[in-house]
């Protein structure tokens, strides 16, 4: 090979290594440094009794500002998680007729609309739950109950369900 044909070769590599390590002009397509690339929508904690409880988290769409002129959006297809919640092995953690249920999410506000049905393991049919004060009480009877709770906030949007067996 002839000098000139190595150093155009030299040059040409050098080139690439260098562009490489420039800095794209247009940083609304990239991912600023040091955030985490998914995006996840608060997670529901219920408290029973002083209790936190495991819920299955659903569908999901999450917006998040990360830096002055750019957000992200994460949105993820679920399966429904009542079903998976029917789907589970084992019992479901026990608690008293009139137990206080205290719904929290993590890391956020409160959401601008929050809606809670409940149906059970004998009646599939969802009924409203009323909340009071991010809190509502389990009913009387005994049954396996399965709860849905749905979330918006202007960030977007989630869903929860959990089940629970009142004795």
Known sequence: MSKIIKTLIGIIGLFLI?????????PS???PSGMNPNIYPPILNVVIDGETIGTTS????WNQEVSRNHEVTECADMEDP????????????????????????????????????????????????TLADQTFN??????????????????GDTSHAFMIKVE
């Open 18 to 26: 260098v562009s490489a390590c420039q800095e794209d002009p247009n």
């Open 29 to 31: 397509k990239t991912k």
């Open 58 to 61: 659903g569908s999901y769409c």
């Open 82 to 129: 009542v079903v998976i919640e029917k789907e589970k092995e084992g019992e479901p953690p026990s608690f008293s007729s009139g137990s206080i249920v205290e719904l929290e999410f993590s890391e956020s506000d409160w959401p601008t609309s929050l809606h809670v049905t409940v149906q059970t393991s004998t009646n599939e049919n969802e009924q409203d739950i």
């Open 138 to 155: 389990l009913p009387e009877e005994s049954d396996d109950y399965i709860y849905r709770v749905t979330a918006d906030w202007e960030q």
